[in-house]
């Protein structure tokens, strides 16, 4: 069996009525739902609706929790979603500025095992779009434009690589030569090892079983037996 239940905001006490509404709250209600078993808690893990989530952060930031209240409860999925329409279209969306609720649909869409058709799906599209959009025209605050610091960097390499560079390694790789060796030579760049000469550094990779890395770092820091040939 399923119910229709409201989220009530406990920041904004007073005598909340509406016309065609079979209740009134003693605080703002700011969403309407339909579900069964413990769909009433699930919203404050819910971060697809921003709307809904600015409230309960507000909520929450106050130390408080939002009031859930069933309105109906033992009824049909069918009557359930009827319900949620007229309880959404009595009280009114925030989005269509005719109400406080942040539902971002008229109701209805809820319905178990239903796959919404290509004109649903465009009328909840159209639903929050542009202007319609409770985010729209606000400053958004993203990394476009920003470049992450060397530090982070490697916080995030580390972190994909499932290991921590050892503090050794980082002081090795935080002198001077470092932006020459990470800017690199060309692969066929004649070197010198020990005395024998490779035509570039890709043979003496293969030939001495050495990475490239290491023999172009040995090269710029000058280690004895390693030598660049112009």
Partial sequence: MFYTYAYLNPLKPGQFSYDKCPCSFLYEPFYIGK????????????????????????????????????IS???????????????????????????????????????????PSEKELLRRSE?????????????????????????SKGKIRDKINGHVTPDAVKRALSNKSRLTWLSGRKISQRVSINGQIYKSIRQAQQETSICRELITKRCLENCPGYLYIN
């Fill in 73 to 115: 409860d033992g009824i049909s999925e069918a009557d359930a979603l009827s319900q949620e329409i007229q309880l959404i279209k009595a009280i009114g969306r925030r989005t269509s500025k005719l109400g406080p609720l942040s539902n971002l649909t008229d109701g209805g869409d809820g319905v178990s095992g239903w796959v």
């Fill in 127 to 151: 639903a929050v779009r542009g202007s319609k959009n409770p985010s729209y025209g606000k400053p958004t605050y993203g990394f476009k434009g920003k470049c992450h610091s060397t530090s």
């Fill in 35 to 70: 579900g069964k078993d413990d769909r009433i808690n699930y919203h404050k893990y819910d971060n697809t609706n921003r709307l809904k989530k600015n409230i309960l952060d507000k909520i929450q930031a106050a130390g408080l929790d939002p009031i859930r209240i069933k």
